[in-house]
């Protein structure tokens, strides 16, 4: 009775198994297809996200003189090749600055280098020789050798120039602003500013902005003498609340002489 109804029940079997396999295919399309789309969205997302940042990193480079990848690469595409975080500046070298430490037993291997520096605290540079740095010189101070594959490694965006300190007579930067170049003033109303015309009157400062890559050396006697201390990169509205060590005095009366020198980026 039951054996011409057999190939019937096979058949409905395959039937249901196939509609059940082309369920599962079905589901599976749809998990890749929503993967697919989040990817989609979430480079999208990246991509702008990354423009955005760049635009205010770019603007950062140029006014600070720090560094950033500015979306130049994926993180992906950084791990398999470390060198894409930087520029190479061929014959360029930055001697005797931000010198971080020497790893002469990678010299002349860049990619190894590059992932050195990436694993070393505040490394933003490294020559072909080795040698890891924090920071480099200003374009016209660096130094220039004619050797076959010697150069500097240098993190993208890491901006040199233009690099000034910015100086009030007022508190809370009130009043006018002064932009002042590295160098050495022994008495500050002698100092030739970009911004600002004229001469910055003598224990007049009152507050200053200090980018990165740069520090200021500040003295209550023209000269460089007397109390002096030293301010570092970031805002200092006023500069009343640094000290001199003498009584009650402090800064905010009394500086006729400062030094703007580079700093470590």
Not at 101 to 129: I, M, Y
């Amino acid at each position: 009775m039951c054996g011409p109804f057999f190939p019937r029940a096979v058949t409905y079997r395959a039937r249901n198994i196939n509609r059940a396999r082309m369920e599962q295919y079905a589901i599976a399309a749809l998990i890749i297809a929503t993967i697919v789309i989040i990817f989609i969205l979430a480079r999208a997302f990246r991509a702008t996200s990354d423009a955005q940042h760049c635009a205010a990193a770019t603007y950062i480079c140029e006014g600070a003189a720090t560094y950033d990848n500015c979306g130049h690469a994926s993180e992906i595409e950084l791990r398999a090749n470390p060198l894409l975080r930087y520029d190479f500046l061929a014959g360029v070298d930055s001697s005797n600055f931000g010198d971080i430490k020497l790893v002469s037993a990678l010299a002349g291997r860049p990619t190894e280098l590059a992932e050195e520096c990436n694993a070393t605290p505040g490394c933003v540079a490294f020559n072909t020789h080795g040698w890891m740095k924090s920071g480099l010189l200003p374009p016209e101070s660096r130094q220039h050798h004619d050797i076959a594959g010697f150069g500097t490694y240098a993190r993208k965006c890491i901006k040199s120039e233009p690099l000034y300190a910015q100086i009030w007579i007022e508190k809370n930067y009130g009043g006018t602003r002064y932009l002042v170049p590295p160098g050495e003033y022994s008495d500050v109303r002698k100092i030739s500013t970009i911004v600002g015309g004229g001469t910055i009157p003598n224990d007049k400062i009152r507050s200053m902005k200090i980018p990165v890559g740069l520090k200021v050396e500040i003295y209550c006697d023209t000269n460089f003498g007397s109390s002096t201390t030293t301010l570092t990169r970031g805002d200092h509205p006023d500069i009343a609340q640094y000290k001199t060590g003498k009584g009650s005095g402090h800064f905010g009366d009394c500086i006729s002489s400062i030094k703007i020198l580079h700093d470590a980026y």
